[in-house]
Every structure is written in structure tokens, then in C-alpha cells.
């Protein structure tokens, strides 16, 4: 069994910062790639940004120079430091991982429960 545990989610006033964290724990061989999305009510879950097991990351157009993505391979965690936080930044948070299993070396894509992100004055 894998689990994505998340935290950091809650109220901000416009211009605030947040950071998201997201554990990966289990029958994990290795991680590829983990990500964070976000869906906002009535609007598809959208990639807001990336990060690959190299340390390459990629952000969606809207967060790029205000959020900020990383990750501790050794404790197999994400993290988004969200800075500059909009009131169009309110969502739910989902945090996604991309792993091989110990299990049977196949490669498995998992989300966490996700997070709450609301700014808001």
C-alpha cells in the first residue's frame, strides 16, 4: 500500500503565503515524479506545477515566479511554497506522485486526499 499524506492547506488574505507539504510512504521502489494539481469549483483539476526525480520542474503559466516547487528524495516529499497568493488561487489541492512499486516493479500514479486553499479577505 502507498499513501500521500498532505498539509499546509487553509484561509490566506490575498498577497499571504502558504506551504503545502505531500509524504509519499509505502511500498515504494523509487519516485519518478510528483506534482501538485488544484481544482477549483466548477473547473477541471489543472497541473499547477512539477517536479521530476532530477529536480526539473515545470508551472502552470497563472504561478510561475510566485510559486515555488521542490522535493527531499530522501523522505520521498513535495513541497509548493505559495507566495503572492490570489483570490484565483482558491482551490482544492491534490498532490500526485508517479512511483514503482516494490511490490512488482511496475509504475503506479497516485493522488493524495487533497487540501483546502482558500484566500480570501
Known amino acids: 500500500q502507498v499513501q500521500l499524506v498532505e498539509s499546509g492547506g487553509g484561509l490566506v488574505q490575498p498577497g499571504g503565503s502558504l506551504r ?3 509524504a509519499a510512504s509505502g511500498s515504494i521502489f523509487s519516485i519518478n515524479g510528483m506534482g501538485w ?13 512539477g517536479i521530476t526525480s532530477g529536480g526539473s520542474t515545470n508551472y502552470a503559466d497563472s504561478v510561475k515566479g510566485r510559486f515555488t516547487i521542490s522535493r527531499e528524495n530522501a523522505k520521498n516529499t513535495v513541497y509548493l ?27 503506479y500514479d497516485y493522488w493524495g486526499q487533497g487540501t483546502q486553499v482558500t484566500v480570501s479577505s
Open 81 to 107: 511554497q505559495m507566495n503572492s497568493l490570489k483570490p484565483e488561487d482558491t482551490a482544492v489541492y491534490y498532490c500526485n506522485a508517479r512511483f514503482i512499486a516494490t511490490t512488482d516493479r511496475k509504475l
Open 37 to 49: 494539481y488544484r481544482q477549483a469549483p466548477g473547473k477541471q483539476r489543472e497541473l499547477v506545477a
Open 20 to 22: 503545502l507539504s505531500c
